[in-house]
């Protein structure tokens, strides 16, 4: 697993890099960012917040925008921000060039459906591939948070329900909830899952509350000017799944905020202190 | 003076607006952006910070990247964020299409030579129009503060130099402190201005500093892995032209930064502090 630096730059006393390397499980050149606080110099290995964005993001717009370095280098935190699915002139794409499938929208599923199930597995490339690679190459611990906006705030969902034990934490920025049920998920589902809905369960939040033994805290954030809140992500699902389930959900509507990154700014400390007090090595 | 407002978001309890209005300064329409702090809505005036971005940058730059916002509205501070030049396709640009000149770079001055001078007058715009329009729509008052990046550090630096009456506080990231003397400079000014250096120096802070009676602190940040350092930014002069006139500066040199808003975002926090400290009502 060799690693190529594509950028090194200073960061809060910290350093963020660019890297590229070539992904098994995706099967192309997959490109992430990774912000090493100040605390990483001195060679004991930290926690890991992983970050996976939304559509049409690569892995650079969380590391611009978010300001999540002023206090992920106060906590000590690694921030880790994968691309939002494999790319290159061999991956398929949207047939219509369509923004919301293909490149830069793998739903963070494993597909199973030609021709995208050679590339298009971000689930595991995310929770296997990305965190074993981070692990050998930086003073990473296996201690591991998650977080993500819309795409992918249901990535983060997802990617912690199915796999409780890699994950100390997660939390999410105005997720797709339920994409059974929204144009975005059922357009993505029923072309890398195919048409059987009942294996669609699996890759969605509400549906796999339903199913899980383990308990682990939903920090939820959410905007009431979001313009996709009544059509793709309808947190009022999450809420009924959560409550149904027993599971400890702490779900926040704030008022006026909308679907971009100034409203994920406006909320990122929060959420790295939820992630930083369950990632506390103990 | 009728604004259009293009888009409004909220952000950290406050408000980012991007307006347009048609500046006859410039002769052209001219965008803008504010951000107004939770205090706003309280309807008493609010200092307000000038910044001023670097070459190629819009009004967008500085709001998406720097960070700023979160201290801004614990400090009640309006930021405002003009574009980096006059725009538009009756506005002529850089000959070859280059960069470094014309659209997105109109170097804070108030260009003399033809065809220039009739659009390309940023500095009036800055130190003159844009705050009346400020202080006339928003809860703003009159206590300004002025700060930028790279070539809005050169004319952060010179709009307080020439106005130090207009400005209680100014402070710069990587500042072309001495256009006279390197590249960027010396081919703008050459064609905005003209090829009389005489006339050069009433727009290159080391030469203000020279002629100047107020006394009006600098803070100016450095990175010394700045790739344009050496070649085009050259503080050692401002630190000898402030030397020589015995005015007050703080330049700081931080170990390992670069040019990009990595290095602003890290250090934005002491340059809004800096600011609200001078700008406090007394």
New interface residues.
Partial sequence: MSLETLGT?????GW?QRLRHRSTTVDCDMTFAVYLPPQAERGEKLPVLYWLSGLTCTDENFM??A?A??LAAELGLILVAPDTSPRGPDVPGDPDGAWDFGHGAGFYVNATQAPWSRHYRMHDYVVHELPALIEAHFPASDRRGISGHSMGGHGALVCALRNPRSYRSVSAFAPIVNPMRCPWGEKAFSRYLGEDREHWRQWDACALLADTTERLPLLVDQ?D?DGFLVEQLKPEALRAAANAAGHPLALRL?????H????I??FI?DHLRHHARALADR
């Avoid at 730059?9 to 006393?13: A, N, P």
């Avoid at 971009?260 to 409203?263: K, R, V």
């Fill in positions: 730059q200073r960061c809060f006393g963020l611009q925008k300001g370095q002023r905007g000017k704030q008022p006026g905020y909308d971009s990154y100034y409203f700014a406006s400390d």
